[in-house]
């Protein structure tokens, strides 16, 4: 009984560590921020492409420090990052700072990645815990978006309240320096360290291995481009659909005694705390899918029906409501697909690789956004958002049907 406590309880932290990691206030409005700040689209472009760099470069040395010099360490180190990153932005007014910040909150986002959800992992593996781990990854992460959705909703007051939207980087420091506290609270023994100092040749050693160890296994190759292109996409499409609707809801005056400005905040933070709720009941449930149908059919189907949702955002795009409703739409379906395939890269990978495994799934993300991110740039520009939806959509729609008559004709075979 006394042991079913303590596992409810660790749970509950991780819970509130993905709760008190969400409530970046700053979220709804950060490209709203920069171009008040008088960046350019090509600047506030570069400063993602720089954050994304960065995530590329430190993904599998910091999977390879998590795994060997420990979780609980890199995970406060991570936050260290961002906290800097929150100054710099606070401070920043120029191009130049706000690059700077970039850089950290790079390097906290490629510090965080995969860790915790490593010691998530190897908490159920320690205790001998029955239920699956796309249950327990599902409610930890329904409390990482229920966060979203409560900084979401507090930030509309904020934008009201606050003389200048700079002071959401200050603020955003409480719930970080509060996350820091509660991992120190985590057992010991989920900081897994291998080594007690670092040794450089060793860490490098160990990079080569884990690259190396990934690229060898097909079966956890293609799992990790199957998680890591579906990210890759949302995490490119979703940065787009923001300006629409920005756009659309300028001419639209609810609060008559607020100003245009004021009105596009209070419906961005309406309309992420709603996307953020109804993700957060998606991640919750996602593993009672696999009740009704197996694993991989739920992976490939919802990889069909974000096509399909793409192609009718490309047709009802000057639709408010229906694009609004398609927008949230996508997040339900990255929040039932994530929970599943984190258990399924779990189940394939041992203990003391899967750090660096969800690493390099966060790497692949990365150098893929890095790719789609600049080509559809350049289809939106020279044609439109909507083809450039439309295209996107109808190839991943492609790409299902073939996957599926492939699979179909090699169980023919055997």
């Known amino acids: 009984m006394e042991q079913q406590k303590a596992i409810k309880r660790q749970i509950t932290k991780f819970s509130f560590y993905g709760f008190l990691k969400n409530l970046k206030f700053f979220e709804p409005y950060l490209i709203v921020y920069f171009a008040l700040s008088g960046l350019s689209l090509f600047e506030i472009g570069l400063l993602y492409s720089i954050r994304e760099i960065l995530i590329y470069i430190f993904e599998v040395p910091s999977g390879v420090l998590a795994d060997r010099y420990g979780k609980k360490t890199e995970l406060i180190i991570c936050f260290i990052f961002y906290i800097i990153s929150f100054v710099l932005f606070y401070v920043g007014a120029s191009f130049l700072l706000y ?4 850089v950290f909150f790079g390097l906290g986002e ?5 860790t915790h959800k490593a010691m998530i992992m190897s908490y159920i593996d320690h205790q001998n815990i029955t239920d699956s781990k796309s249950k327990i990854y599902g409610k930890t992460r329904s409390f990482s978006l229920i966060g979203s959705t409560v900084s979401s909703l507090i930030s509309i007051i904020f934008v009201l309240v606050l003389p200048n939207l700079s002071l959401l980087f200050i603020i955003a420091i409480i719930p970080y320096v509060l996350d820091m506290i509660l991992i120190l609270t985590y057992p010991n023994y989920l900081n897994d360290r291998v080594d007690s100092t670092f040794k450089l040749k060793e860490f490098l050693r160990q990079n080569v291995i884990a690259i190396k160890f990934i690229f060898e296994e097909k079966k956890i190759r293609k799992l990790l481009m199957s998680s890591a292109s579906y990210n890759a996409v949302f995490k490119t499409i979703k940065d787009y659909i923001q300006p629409i609707i920005i756009t659309i809801t300028i001419s639209i005056i609810v609060f008559q005694n607020l100003s245009v400005e004021q009105n596009t905040n209070v419906y961005l933070g309406v309309i992420y705390a709603v996307i953020y709720l109804i993700s957060s009941v998606a991640s919750f449930n996602s593993h009672k899918l696999m009740e009704y149908i197996s694993r991989e059919k739920i992976i490939g189907l919802i990889w069909f029906l974000s096509g399909m949702t ?10 408010l409501i229906i694009l609004v409703v398609l927008f949230i739409l996508l997040y339900v379906f990255l929040n039932l697909r994530k ?43 020279h044609y439109s958002i909507s083809v450039m939806l439309m295209i996107v959509g109808l190839i991943m729609v492609m790409i299902y049907i073939i996957k599926t008559n492939f699979i179909l004709r090699e169980r023919g075979v055997q």
């Open 99 to 102: 690059a700077i910040a970039m």
């Open 110 to 114: 490629a510090f965080r990645s995969g």
């Open 310 to 319: 793409l192609v009718l955002l490309s047709i009802f795009i000057e639709n």
């Open 339 to 381: 929970p599943i395939m984190i258990e399924k890269i779990g189940d394939e990978v041992e203990n003391s690789k899967r750090a660096s495994a969800l690493s390099i799934e966060s790497q692949f993300t990365s150098i893929l956004v890095a790719i789609f991110a600049p080509i559809l740039g350049l289809i939106a520009d």
